[in-house]
């Protein structure tokens, strides 16, 4: 069981960057395809950016596809989010996921419930 740790959320102003980290711990990193989620209060979870174990499928959401740019370093078992043009809409809890994969899946799984093991969350605030 792989455990993931988000680091890099805060406050930003409308049209600024941040970038998400994830780091994993208690698996075989490169046997994971890897997803970034996200949730505001009142609402469900939400798909935002996934990644294949190796790094060669990447996969957005519509609503953040040009601003947003997921990347893994297997090295150092860490996914990451680089958000730029952020919006006031892009204000929620970003959570990292794994899901355990097979030599040859190479794909990127959308599906919250696709994912076997979530992070706590880091809070991304974007002010107007």
């Known amino acids: 069981q792989v455990q993931l740790v988000e680091s890099g959320g805060g406050l930003v102003q409308a049209g600024g960057s941040l970038r998400l980290s994830c780091a994993a711990s208690g698996g075989t990193f490169s046997t994971y395809a890897m997803g970034w989620f996200r949730q505001a209060p009142g609402k469900e979870r939400v798909f935002v950016s996934g990644?294949?174990?190796?790094?060669?499928?990447?996969y957005y959401s519509d609503s953040v596809k040009g601003r947003f740019t997921i990347s893994r370093d297997n090295a150092k078992n860490t996914v990451y989010l680089l958000m730029n043009s952020l919006k006031p809409e892009d204000t929620a809890n970003y959570y990292c996921?794994?899901?355990?994969?097979?030599?040859?899946?190479?794909?990127?799984?959308?599906?919250?419930?696709?994912?076997?093991?979530w992070g706590q969350g880091t809070q991304v605030t974007v002010s107007s």
């Open positions: 990644i294949s174990r190796a790094g060669s499928r990447r």
């Open positions: 996921a794994a899901r355990s994969t097979s030599y040859t899946d190479d794909y990127v799984y959308t599906g919250a419930k696709e994912y076997e093991n």
